[in-house]
């Protein structure tokens, strides 16, 4: 145990606020603020505050399970770590490689995360890999390289936002997502800026706004689209910029055209007069900003969506130019870092497409491996979760809770369970581990070092606090184990600085360029933003000194100038009908986090967030007969969920609103659409079709 304070970061969202762990004399940690961090100076949500709840022995796993018949019981590491490799040997003997699943997460470490592509690839030889973080920010993602050849989160450093004059602010609640970050959005206003707030509910967030937007769910393209065409119409377009630094603007201008203000009024129920104040506050200053989150993306069209606002931004000239710009409000803790180095389906480290082939010469070279027997991209997230049992037979999971998270839940569980074998790596027994063949209990983020990204793109320094207690391992020993059990004795490093020393050599000379960055400089430094290439060897440059703010001289496109993508409204994938006439929609609470696989096990966030609700317009209550805290039943094409009403002036009459922390008869991803965006492959989570009953009168 250490008798002083370790600097670290909070182990939840993509802010990765600062905070020190500092040992207590009964054992364990309490967490200390560091003011010193630019983040968040200090301040800390509930989750952040009361995250060593979750480093207890009696809250997490201390040793192996393996199933012996309907029942996972303990077993040594051997016995688990033998039972896996010889059920993944089986397996690509009897079917193939491409039978052999592994499914990570956002919040791993880069460490982990490319470790995690390099096992499947090089060990397993499978090219059946993707994970949790397609179903956040993979959207945002796909648009912002359509238009900017390059994604990383924010383009700009957070301290940027209340300098600007006016942030768009979509699909976002940060309110209750990621607290620290509001105060960005005080000081703004302070300053004299001004915010618009998108979202169908009015949360607490958009009560802060200077103007609150409420369209239909799944209707943001069609709003962005007709804040573009009063931009044209009113002669607000920045000629000058368009020429100079973009191309394709005349196709998207025809297409925004299509959409004028009474059209997008009747779409979206926003009124034109509203529009138009949105369209003078955003244009008024000389420097304004765009942020969106899961709203906008989480759809069918999110990628068209993101494409749209982004289009808002380079008409005004409001993008690649000092305190301007879009921006994604990454959401996972390491949701940047790890969509970066390889666990996505079609990704190698670096941010290099997998089907390029001198990104596969380059990465198989520091692999030491041929670039012909690295496989090609395989499914999405959630393809490969619908594959399960049928093409893909066993499944490696990591970090990941889909039995709670992903679409069509009900549909995931019961191919999850179909699998010949299941083996999961996590901190707690959760609804998926709870289904495995073997559960290794790994370490947390206290109990261990390594890297994170947040999503400014800052790289950061996770240090090690705690010890791990007896009978837990790190997520790099059981890659290691598993290599040297299954052939591959070498390149599979336990030390985290060893493995990010090759992931720098892996990522030189990629977009996400993390060759200059080395755990001492971020020992030393508050994070370093990449690119942060390493100068050549035989330069006189001095090292790099990171990137905060892209764009400011080229966009990361072959000819410097950002593309203007056209696009145009279409329905959401599933629209209601005479039998499902409601709109659903689902998000976040404050005291709740993602699957609440960990936070659902703090009893003070439990207290103030203990279970699932409906929140419903009081007209719909009425149509219902249902009072505050009656039970009602939602139910979609897919299922049925049942939750108290929580009945608020804050929604839409048309639409209702479920938190997605809880599995069970409250779990609103029972109900939710696996429609996929044709490019990012992300499910359309933010909207479907439902209706909504008296609970003791509904029927699936």
Not at 171 to 184: D, K, Q, V
Not at 401 to 423: D, I, M, Q, T, Y
Not at 452 to 466: D, F, M, P, Y
Not at 536 to 556: C, E, I, K, Q, Y
Request: proline share 8%; net charge negative; with cysteine.
């Amino acid at each position: 145990m250490r008798t002083t304070s370790t600097p670290t970061h909070c182990p939840y969202c993509a802010l990765q606020c600062g905070m020190a762990l500092s040992p207590l004399p009964t054992g364990g940690v309490e967490v200390v603020e560091r003011p010193d961090f630019p983040v968040n100076r200090g301040a800390l949500c509930g989750k952040g505050r009361t995250a060593p709840a979750v480093l207890a022995p009696g809250v997490r796993l201390t040793s192996p399970l393996v199933r012996s018949g309907d029942a996972l019981v303990p077993a040594s590491w051997e016995e688990a770590l033998d039972r896996i490799a010889g059920e993944l040997t089986r397996v690509r003997s009897s079917y193939g490689a491409d039978a052999l699943g592994v499914f990570g997460g956002g919040g791993l470490t880069n460490e982990k995360a490319y470790a995690l592509g390099k096992f499947a690839r090089v060990v397993l030889g499978t090219s059946q890999i993707d994970y949790n973080g397609r179903f956040c920010m993979s959207s945002a993602a796909a648009g912002g390289i359509k238009a900017f050849g390059l994604d990383r989160g924010l383009p700009f450093p957070m301290e940027d936002i209340p300098r600007t004059g006016c942030v768009i602010l979509v699909g976002s609640n940060p309110a209750e997502t990621m607290p620290p970050f509001l105060r960005f959005l005080h000081e703004l206003r302070e300053n004299g800026g001004t915010l618009i707030v998108v979202d169908p509910r009015r949360t607490k967030t958009a009560e802060q706004a200077d103007l609150h937007l409420a369209p239909r769910p799944g209707t943001d393209l069609a709003l962005a689209l007709g804040l573009l065409h009063l931009v044209v119409a009113e002669g607000r377009v920045d000629e000058e910029y368009v020429a100079e630094r973009t191309v394709g603007w005349e196709d998207a201008r025809a297409a925004a055209m299509a959409h004028w203000p009474e059209y997008v009024e009747r779409i979206t129920g926003v009124s034109v007069p509203q529009l138009r104040e949105a369209v003078r506050l955003f244009c008024a200053p000389e420097a304004a900003m765009v942020l969106t989150a899961r709203g906008p993306e989480q759809q069918s069209k999110g990628t068209d969506t993101v494409g749209a606002w982004i289009n808002l931004c380079l008409a005004t000239g409001r993008a690649g130019r000092p305190l301007s710009g879009y921006g994604c409000l990454t959401g996972q803790g390491n949701g940047q870092g790890g969509r970066e180095h390889g666990q996505k389906a079609d990704q190698l480290p670096g941010y290099r497409k997998l089907d390029d082939p001198a990104a596969r010469r380059h990465v198989a070279e520091v692999w030491g491996v041929d670039p012909d027997s690295l496989p090609g991209p395989g499914r999405s997230a959630y393809e490969l979760l619908d594959a399960l049992g049928t093409d893909v037979k066993s499944l490696l999971l990591m970090g990941s809770n889909p039995v709670v998270s992903a679409p069509r839940a009900a549909h995931v569980e019961e191919r999850l369970r179909s699998l010949e074998f299941l083996a999961v790596c996590d901190v707690v027994l959760s609804e998926t581990a709870a289904l495995a063949d073997v559960v290794l209990p790994v370490t947390q983020w206290a109990e261990e070092t390594g890297t994170t990204t947040n999503l400014e793109g800052r790289v950061l320094l996770r240090r090690q606090a705690l010890t791990p207690p007896d009978g837990v391992r790190s997520d790099l020993e059981v890659l290691h184990e598993l290599a040297d059990r299954l052939g591959v004795e070498k390149g599979f490093p336990t030390d985290p600085e060893e493995v990010f020393e090759e992931l720098r050599r892996a990522s030189a000379g990629g977009i996400a360029d993390y060759s200059g960055i080395t755990y001492r400089r971020l020992a030393e430094e508050e994070g370093v933003f990449w690119p942060c290439p390493t100068p050549a060897p035989v330069s006189a440059a001095p090292v790099h000194p990171g990137t905060p703010r892209l764009f400011l001289d080229r966009f990361a496109t072959p000819d410097g100038r950002a593309r203007f993508v056209p696009v145009s409204h279409r329905p959401s994938a599933e629209e209601p009908d005479d039998d499902y006439p409601v709109l659903l929609t689902t998000g976040r609470v404050v005291s709740q986090y993602q699957s609440g696989a960990q936070t659902r096990r703090v009893d003070e966030l439990n207290a103030a967030a203990p279970g699932p609700f409906v929140e419903l317009h009081p007209r719909l209550a009425a149509r219902l007969g249902a009072a505050e805290g009656d039970p009602v039943a939602v139910v979609s094409r897919r299922g049925r969920a049942v939750a108290p009403a929580r009945i608020t002036t804050g929604i839409r009459p048309d639409t209702v609103f479920m938190p997605f922390h809880w599995p069970g008869e409250g779990r609103a991803n029972t109900l939710t659409n696996p429609a996929l965006d044709p490019t990012s492959r992300m499910p359309e989570f933010k909207v479907c079709a439902v209706r909504v009953e008296r609970a003791e009168n509904a029927s699936a």
